[in-house]
T-cell receptor, first 115, second 112 residues
Framework: EAGVTQSPTHLIKTRGQQATLRCSPI?????VYWYQQALGLGLQFLLW???????NRGNFPPRFSGRQFPNYSSELNVNALELEDSALYLC??????????????FGSGTQLSVL | GEDVEQSLFLSVREGDSSVINCTYT??????LYWYKQEPGAGLQLLTY?????DMKQDQRLTVLLNKKDKHLSLRIADTQTGDSAIYFC????????????FGQGTTLQVKP
């Protein structure tokens, strides 16, 4: 069974550009989560999608946005890129919402570099 | 607020036991998790424990939870060089937020 897959593996952008990151959850999982792992800042919760709806977002500006498609895959969009957006972006999925004794399974991440 | 803290570094000899410690602040956290991250990779779920348990064993891994002190530990028996990685402790946030609160990660170095 395939795990959580993310693309691209690496992405290089310049300041002011937009980045689109993609995630496919484990088959049967309906909840998708995005986390940012920046050097020195640890793992920070970005967004949670469940059944196509945004359920919660972390303390990030509105230029971080995303969506979940009918097949439960998800996109993270980062507009007006800033140097400090350089980080590893991790996607995770779970069968149901996290509170229901669910486990998060993570992908390998997209390393975004903003020059 | 919600916070999870870990020591940053642990060095052990191959064959010894490793104990990685974690403290959390939110007493309503219902599940606590341990993840492993190898260089250039995502997070691998190692084990988790429900807050009404005080111990869970899974092969070489033992998780101990002291709910009163909000202290969680992960013991790795017979540590191998392949166990070298960063280990993250994580706790569910209060309410159904879909959020895990992660510690800063403990880098485990295993010397041959």
């Amino acid at each position: 069974e395939a795990g959580v897959t993310q693309s691209p593996t690496h992405l290089i952008k310049t300041r002011g550009q937009q980045a689109t990151l993609r995630c496919s959850p484990i088959s049967g999982h309906t909840s998708v989560y995005w986390y940012q792992q920046a050097l020195g800042l640890g793992l920070q919760f970005l967004l949670w999608y469940d059944e196509g709806e945004e359920r919660n977002r972390g303390n990030f500006p509105p230029r971080f946005s995303g969506r979940q498609f009918p097949n439960y895959s998800s996109e993270l969009n980062v507009n007006a890129l800033e140097l400090e957006d350089s980080a590893l972006y991790l996607c995770a999925s779970s069968f149901q919402a996290l509170a229901a004794n669910e486990k998060l399974f993570f992908g390998s991440g997209t390393q975004l570099s903003v020059l | 607020g919600e916070d999870v803290e870990q020591s940053l570094f642990l060095s052990v000899r191959e064959g010894d036991s490793s104990v990685i410690n974690c403290t959390y602040t939110d007493s309503s956290s219902t599940y606590l998790y341990w993840y492993k991250q190898e260089p250039g990779a995502g997070l691998q779920l190692l084990t988790y424990i429900f807050s009404n348990m005080d111990m869970k064993q899974d092969q070489r891994l033992t998780v101990l939870l002291n709910k009163k002190d909000k202290h969680l530990s992960l013991r790795i028996a017979d540590t191998q060089t392949g166990d070298s990685a960063i280990y993250f402790c994580a706790a569910t946030g209060s309410g159904n937020t879909g959020k895990l609160i992660f510690g800063q990660g403990t880098t485990l170095q295993v010397k041959p």
